[in-house]
């Protein structure tokens, strides 16, 4: 499709007679965002049992696994840079359905605004879920043994302020400031960018932007949860970002990496067993209170960050390629989890920490108290979406008036 721009720099199409954007539709994205961020409540029910959080997680088990560990941090290297790169692509949908005044109003009112009021909604329900674990709990972990010696001890240094699992709203929306400034330069239309969209540039070349970002950070990446700017989230999650904005103008790059889907999926799975070797058995609450280590250069941190770059971008790729032959196409029960899927992401955390924090105390295998904690918050999630979002205000503000009336 040729495009002409208008004032703002915002493509359109060139031909009225074209199929208008409004009623395009694609139905993998949209479903494979809603599955990145309901993979989300599995990845963090499942840290109660790694032995790697045994220490740092508020609702720790006693009894850990390594299988269930394994599989956690392989999900961790590609569900959000997945999650950024879907929403790089609507990102430009956007922009050029509503111009860049239009996608800002859009992103602050579904994006700012959600944060803004619900982020201090969720510390507040977590801090009131830790008070009532502290002193209701037989078997505290030993994060919630340390919090309630730091409650008794009024010299005790403050932790930092945490974006908490919120930390995606604030870091998406300075991603679409970015991405506003770029779409005036036109940059996602030049031929440079259609080349860097050449399959084998994604699966080989392109990770080797991100590795400067990732070097100095630690395994598994941290999350960028802190209240301002942090620049390597800027050169990974970004970058991610952008890539999936220039996949909304090459679309053709996606059927591209088709040919090489049977690769990506043991590739990463390979360099995976290798970069899980690197993932610490476990970390000390003293290590915490160090804080993470000075970053010193060595053939340990660059192997590190090249597995990281190349799983991330080889994992997310697979999932575009398989999600459109599996995804594409619109179903009820899809178009439901579509529509909760950004209301249950946002109350999983305190609804999964009062869960886990009641199985401490209860004597079953580790297996079945996953399964309760992450099918449990989510079945909770699902009801209260049902009962107090669908025809609320509440509703309207995470996904629209039509979201609303459909």
């Known amino acids: 499709m040729s495009h002409v721009y208008n004032g703002e720099g915002v493509a359109r199409p060139e031909k009225m007679s074209q199929v208008p954007l409004e009623a395009i539709r694609y139905h993998y994205m949209d479903n494979l965002r809603a599955l990145a961020m309901l993979l989300g409540i599995f990845f963090h029910a499942a840290l109660a049992?790694?032995?790697?959080?045994?220490?740092?997680?508020?609702?720790?088990?006693?009894?850990?696994?390594?299988?269930?560990?394994?599989?956690?941090?392989?999900?961790?290297?590609?569900?959000?840079?997945?999650f950024f790169i879907i929403a790089g692509f609507f990102a430009v949908m956007l922009i050029e359905k509503r111009g860049i005044?239009?996608?800002?109003?859009?992103?602050?009112?579904?994006?700012?605004?959600?944060?803004?009021?619900?982020?201090?909604?969720?510390?507040?329900?977590?801090?009131?879920?830790?008070?009532?674990?502290?002193?209701?709990?037989?078997?505290p972990s030993p994060m919630l043994?340390?919090?309630?010696?730091?409650?008794?001890n009024p010299d005790a240094p403050q932790p930092p302020f945490?974006?908490?699992?919120?930390?995606?709203?604030?870091?998406?929306?300075l991603f679409c400031v970015v991405i506003a400034g770029v779409a005036k330069t036109r940059l996602l239309e030049s031929?440079?960018?259609?080349?860097?969209?050449?399959?084998?540039?994604?699966l080989f070349v392109f990770p080797l932007i991100l590795v400067p970002a990732v070097m100095p950070q630690p395994t598994p990446l941290p999350a960028p949860e802190r209240i301002y700017p942090e620049a390597w989230s800027f050169g990974f999650f970004g970058v991610f970002f952008l890539l999936g904005a220039a996949l909304f103008t090459n679309k053709d790059a996606i059927e591209g990496i088709q040919k090489y889907?049977?690769?990506?999926?043991p590739a990463s799975i390979a360099v995976y067993a290798g970069y899980y070797q690197l993932v610490p058995q476990s970390v000390s609450l003293e290590q915490l209170m160090a804080g993470p280590p000075v970053f010193e250069f060595s053939t340990q941190q660059l192997g590190k960050a090249l597995m990281t770059a190349y799983m991330a971008t080889w994992m997310s790729l697979f999932c575009l390629v398989a999600g459109k032959a599996l995804l594409d196409k619109q179903n009820s029960i899809m178009?439901?989890?579509?529509?909760?899927?950004?209301?249950?992401?946002?109350?999983?955390?305190p609804l999964l920490?009062?869960?886990?924090?009641?199985?401490?105390?209860?004597?079953?295998?580790?297996?079945?108290?996953?399964?309760?904690?992450?099918?449990?918050?989510?079945?909770?999630?699902?009801?209260s979406y049902q009962l107090f979002v669908v025809w609320t205000p509440i509703g309207t503000l995470l996904n629209g008036k039509k979201a609303k009336k459909s």
């Open 353 to 383: 920490f009062l869960i886990q924090f009641m199985l401490l105390d209860v004597d079953t295998h580790f297996f079945v108290k996953y399964l309760i904690g992450s099918f449990g918050t989510l079945l909770i999630g699902l009801v």
């Open 162 to 173: 945490s974006t908490m699992h919120l930390w995606f709203l604030f870091n998406l929306m």
């Open 261 to 265: 889907v049977l690769f990506l999926l």
């Open 101 to 139: 005044v239009g996608f800002m109003k859009h992103r602050l009112l579904r994006i700012g605004l959600p944060f803004i009021v619900f982020l201090p909604l969720c510390l507040t329900a977590v801090i009131m879920t830790i008070g009532w674990a502290s002193n209701g709990v037989e078997n």
């Open 49 to 82: 049992y790694s032995p790697m959080m045994q220490n740092l997680w508020l609702a720790a088990d006693p009894v850990n696994s390594i299988v269930m560990d394994s599989l956690a941090w392989f999900s961790h290297t590609f569900r959000m840079p997945l």
């Open 335 to 349: 178009r439901y989890i579509s529509r909760s899927s950004y209301w249950v992401y946002i109350i999983h955390l």
């Open 145 to 152: 043994q340390m919090i309630k010696m730091m409650q008794n």
């Open 191 to 202: 031929s440079l960018v259609k080349s860097l969209c050449n399959a084998k540039v994604l």
